[in-house]
C-alpha cells in the first residue's frame, strides 16, 4: 500500500494540533502524553509533495560553538527533532529508537547521516547538559540550544509547533512540543519525509538506507 502523501501548507496547519505534553518535576513524576496523529498512515514515513525548505537556524552547539543549520548540514542526509532532555517518555525513546536503526548503517553511512536535536527547553537545556544526554544515546548526534523565540521560529519552518515550558504549582515542569523528525534529502536539502513519535527501530532501520541517498523508502 502507498504512503500518505501531503502537501506540507496542510501539515503545517494540522502539525499546530500535534503537541505531545511531557512532564518533568523534581521526584521524576511521569505525565501522559497525548498525541494527535496528522492522518492515519499505513506506513512509517508521510511523504511530503510540496517539502519544507530546512529551517534557517543558527544556535549553539553542544561545545558551546556558533552552528548553522543549514551550512553545516548542507548536501548530507538529515533528521531534525525538536524536544528536551527532562522530558521523561517520548524525547528519550524517539532519539533511542534512532539511534538503534542507524547502528544497522554502514560505517560510511552512519558518517554521513547527521541526527539533530533541537531543545525546546533552552533555559535548561544547556550545551553542557545537553552534550551530556546525547552523548547516551549516540555521541555523533548534535545537539543545538539557544534563543527561545529563535527556536520555536525555527520549529515553526517546518511544521513543528512548540510551546515555552511552564512550571505548575506542584514543582512539574511541562513542555509542549510536536514530535514529528522530517528528514531531509541530501540531494536537494529539503524536507520530505515526516515521521511520527510511535516510529519503530525497525521502521527507521528499514527506511534510513534509502534516506542516505536521498530517495523514498
Known sequence: MPKKTVLAAAFVAAAALTLSACGSSDDNAKKPVADVSVQPKTK??????QPF????????????KKYDLRE???????????????????????????????????KADQDK??????TTDPERDTPSSLGSWLKS?????IGLTGDFPA???????????IDAPKKEKD???????????????PKTDKGYLVYSED???????????????GETP
Do not use: W
Open 137 to 141: 544515546q549516540d555521541a555523533s548526534f
Open 72 to 106: 553545516q548540514t548542507k548536501g548530507k542526509p538529515t533528521l531534525i527533532y525538536f524536544g528536551y532532555t527532562n522530558c521523561p517518555d517520548v524525547c528519550p525513546l524517539i532519539m533511542s529508537n534512532i539511534a538503534i536503526a542507524k547502528k544497522s548503517l554502514p
Open 113 to 118: 547521516l547527521q541526527v539533530v536535536f533541537v
Open 44 to 49: 512509517a514515513a508521510t511523504v511530503l509533495d
Open 53 to 64: 525548505t530546512k529551517p534557517d537556524l543558527v544556535l549553539t552547539d553542544t561545545h558551546g
Open 151 to 161: 527556536i520555536q521560529a525555527g520549529a515553526r519552518q517546518i511544521g513543528i509547533g
Open 171 to 185: 514543582g512539574t515542569v511541562v513542555s509542549m512540543h510536536g514530535s514529528q523528525v522530517i528528514a531531509f534529502s
Open 199 to 213: 516510529t519503530s527501530p525497525d521502521d527507521y532501520t528499514k527506511d534510513l538506507p534509502e534516506i542516505v541517498k
